[in-house]
Nanobody, 121 residues
Framework: QVQVVESGGGLVQPGGSLRLSCVAS????????MGWYRQAPGKQRELVAT???????NYADSVKGRFTVSRDDAKNTAYLQMNSLKPEDTAVYYC???????????????WGQGTQVTVSS
């Protein structure tokens, strides 16, 4: 069994910062790409940032220069550092991890339950 759990969301004023964490646990053989997505009320879920096992990252245009994705493979953890937050960043943020379980040849994408980020004065 594999679990992916996000944390670090909350209420922050415009211009503020938050750091989200995503921890994968359970019967894990290897974790490949990890990513952050978000979904605002009434909108579709969208990609925010991804990071490969080699550390290559990709960002949505709307967050480039403000958000930074990173990972600590020793801790099975990914992070999303969010700076200069704007009201339009308000959303539920989800972590996604591409994981190969112990004893399996296959990889599956696991989602966390999400963490709410609200940017408001």
């Amino acid at each position: 069994q594999v679990q992916v759990v996000e944390s670090g969301g909350g209420l922050v004023q415009p211009g503020g910062s938050l750091r989200l964490s995503c921890v994968a646990s359970g019967s894990i053989f290897s974790i490949y790409a990890m990513g952050w997505y978000r979904q605002a009320p009434g909108k579709q879920r969208e990609l925010v940032a991804t990071i490969t096992t080699g550390g290559s990252s990709n960002y949505a245009d709307s967050v480039k220069g403000r958000f930074t994705v990173s990972r600590d493979d020793a801790k099975n953890t990914a992070y999303l550092q969010m700076n200069s937050l704007k009201p339009e960043d308000t959303a539920v943020y989800y972590c996604n991890a591409d994981i190969q379980r112990l004893g399996s040849r296959y990889r599956f994408r696991y989602w966390g339950q999400g963490t709410q980020v609200t940017v408001s004065s």
